[in-house]
C-alpha cells in the first residue's frame, strides 16, 4: 500500500512542478482575455488544486489507512468540477464565444452550476469503502458514469459546431477526449494508483500547447488581421486601377478632341485658347492618375521590371517634347546634354526609366516660371551594365532649407504658399525614388530657394545584346493605308478618325470582336486598331481569333486604357505586334502608321 502512495506522491509532484511551469510561461506572455482563455486557467488551477490534494492526502494516508474514503470522496469531488469546467471550456471554444460571456453562455454556465453541485450532493451521499486508496465503491461508479456521460456530450456538441472547428484542432480535441475516456477505464481497474489527476495535466498540456498557447494564438490574430489588411488593401489597389482604366477611357476623348480642334484652323482665336486650356488640364489629370496609379503599384508591391532593349535617349526626347508644348508660353529655355558615354541602345526597362525622366523634368517645369532647365544624361560603365546619370537643374523657385527633409515622402508638398495655383500631388519624387532604388540606384537633390534646385537619379541599366533595326524617323511618309478600329465606346473611335482626318487612310469601324472578324473575313486591311476592354469577345480573345483566319501582312495594335508600366511587354507576348496605351496622341497613332 505504501509504495502506490509513494508512487502517487512522486507523480504528484512531477505534475506539479509541470503545472507550475506551464503557468508560469502562460503568465509571462502577451495572451489574449478570451473567454476560453479565462475556462482554461480555471482548469488549470483547479488541476493544480487536484494535484496538491493528492500530494497532502498520499502523505496523511502513508500514517492513517481510515481515511481512505474521505480522501476518494474529495478526488472525485475534484473530477467532477474538473469535467464540469471541461464542458464550459469546450462550450466556449466551439461556439466561438470569444471576449465576453453571452447571455447563452450564462444561462448554460448556470445550468451547469446546478447539475454539478446536485450530482457532488448526490456523491457525498454514497457510502465509501476504505480497502483501497481510490476505492471502488457506488461512488466511484456515480462518479465514472457522469464524468463519460458528460464526455459524450462534449463529443455531440463539438460535433454540431464542427465547423467552427479547424481540422488541426478537432484532431486534438479527439486525442484529448480519447485520453479522458482511457482515464477513467484504466482507473477503474488500478485503483490504487491515481491516473486521473495526472492525465489531466497532460490534457492541459496538449490543450495548452495546440489550442490555447498564447504565442499560437497571437500569431492566429496577426494572421487573421494580416489577411484582413491584406484583402483591404488588394480591393484598394484593385478599385485604384480600375478607377483609372475607367478615367482614361473618355479622357481620351477629352484630350484627342481638344487636340483636334486646336489643329483647326478655323478655330476663333479666344475660343482656341479655352481648348488649350481643356486641353492642358486633361494632360495634367493624366499625370495625376498615372502618379496614383504607379504609388499603387509600389505599395501592393506589383512595380515590377521588364526588361527589352531600348533607346534611352529617344524615350527621354519624347518626354522633353512634351514638355517643350507645356513652356511654350513661358519664358524657359529647355536644354539636353546627352554625354557621349550613354550607349545609344540599353536593356532595361523603358517604361520604369521614362516615370522618372517624367517627374524630374515636369517637376521643373512646373516650379520654374523662368530661366533655364538644363537637362543631362550621363553615364559609367560599372562591369557589364550602365550605371545612368540623369540630372535635371533649374531656375526655378528652389527649396527652402527647413522644408528639404519632407521631400521624398508620400503626399509631401511644400513651399505651399508659393506653389498655390501649381497642381501636383506630392507622389512624383517618391515614385522616383522608389523607381531608383528598384534599379539599384539612389535620388539626389539640391536646392537654393529663389535660385534653382538640381535633382538627379542614379539607375542601373544592362548592355543591349541585341542590335535594333534604325526606325524609319520621318512620320510624314505615311503610304495610304486601311485601317480597322475595334472599339465599343464610339466616342474613342470619333476621336482617331478626327485625329486621322487629314491622313491618306481609309477607316472602317467596328463595335466588338464579332463585328471585327467578320470584316476581317471579307476585306483587306494593313493594320487593326483593337481595343481590350470589350463586351462580348475582349481583345486578346479577338487576337486569337484573328490569328487563326491566316491573314497575310496583318498587323493588330492593342489600343487599351490599360495602362501600367507593363502593359506593353504583356500585348506583345499576347501576340500583338505593338500598344497603344489611351489617351494618345496624334503623333502616336502617326507613328504607329508609319512604323
Ligand atoms: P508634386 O509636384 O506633385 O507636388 P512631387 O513629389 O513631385 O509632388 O514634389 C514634392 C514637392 O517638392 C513639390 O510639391 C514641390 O514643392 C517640391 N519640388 C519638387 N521638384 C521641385 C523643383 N524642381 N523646384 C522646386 N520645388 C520642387
New binding site residues.
Partial sequence: MVIYLIINITSGICFLLIILILLYDFYSKKRLNRLENRYFLFLTYINLFGLILEIILSIVLIYNHNLNGIFSKLIYIYYLIFVANLFLYFYALSNKITLKENKKFKVVRKKISLIFSFLIYILLCFEVSDSNIFSLTDGSYFAYFCSMVTLIIIIFMLRKNVNNISKKNSFIILIILTLGFLSVVVQFYFSNILLIIPVHTIVILLIYFSLENPDLKLIKKLKTAQKKAENASNAKSDFLSNMSHEIRTPLNAIIGLSEAMIENEKIDNNLLEDIENINEASHLLLEIIG?VLDINKIESRKLKINNVNYSIQEELFKIVNINKEKIKNKDIEISVNINKNVPKYLYGDPALVKTIFT?YIS??V???KKGKIIISLNSKKVDNEYLIIFMVE?T????KKSNQDK?FKKF????LKE?INIE???????IVKTISTLLKGEVEFS?LENKG?I?TSYFVQGKSNKKIKEKAKKLNIITKKDILVVDDNLLNIKVLKRMLENVDVNITEANDGYECLEILKNNKFDLVFLDIMMPGINGIETLKKIKKLKLNKIKVIALTADATNNSKGKYLKYGFDDYQAKPYKKEDILKKLSD
Fill in positions: 502618379n517627374n517637376n521643373a512646373k516650379y520654374t533649374d526655378g523657385m528652389g527649396i521631400l509631401s508638398r511644400v513651399n506653389n501636383g500631388t506630392g507622389l512624383g519624387l517618391v536646392s534646385s535633382f
